[in-house]
């Protein structure tokens, strides 16, 4: 029998480089965490379970980013936002393949999948970000 995957910011990232949306569904009251915790901030359980998010959902929320961090700064202006998913979970992400001017809060999404970038020191983590469908 497989060991269990440890709930940790590892292993979700693990789980995004297979293509995969990952969280944490606590077993005693079923809330979903996503990044994974160790500890449901609703009922303190530490009894985790990973399960399988939806990679679609609508934007609630963003910004454009104009004054980037090092490693984003050749991709400035860029949008990030928060992304509800289907089965209610909300996620950050960047917002791609879409002109700025035509971003609109409400619009659907989808998650796309990438390769880290082996130019930034750290983290060397496969990333994701949405696009509309």
Same mark, same amino acid.
């Given at each position: ?9 590892e292993q979700f990232y693990k789980n995004i480089?297979?293509?995969?949306l990952m969280g944490g569904k606590c077993r ?15 009922? +303190?359980?530490? @009894? =985790? !379970?990973?399960?399988?998010?939806? /990679? ?52 659907? +999404?989808?998650? @796309? =999948? !990438?390769?880290?970038?082996?130019? /930034? ?13």
């Amino acid at each position: 029998m497989a060991e269990p995957q440890a709930f940790t910011i590892e292993q979700f990232y693990k789980n995004i480089s297979q293509k995969k949306l990952m969280g944490g569904k606590c077993r005693k009251c079923g809330k979903i965490h996503l990044p994974p915790r160790p500890l449901c901030d609703k009922c +303190l359980s530490t @009894e =985790f !379970e990973w399960v399988e998010l939806p /990679q679609k959902g609508k934007l609630l929320t963003y910004t454009i980013i104009h004054v980037a961090p090092t490693q984003f700064q050749s991709m400035a202006p860029y949008a990030v936002g928060i992304i509800q998913l289907e089965n209610g979970v909300k996620i950050p992400g960047m917002i791609r393949d879409v002109p700025l001017d035509k971003i609109k809060v409400g619009m659907r +999404l989808k998650m @796309e =999948f !990438e390769e880290p970038q082996h130019t /930034q020191q750290w983290p060397q983590w496969p990333r994701y970000h949405f696009k509309p469908f």
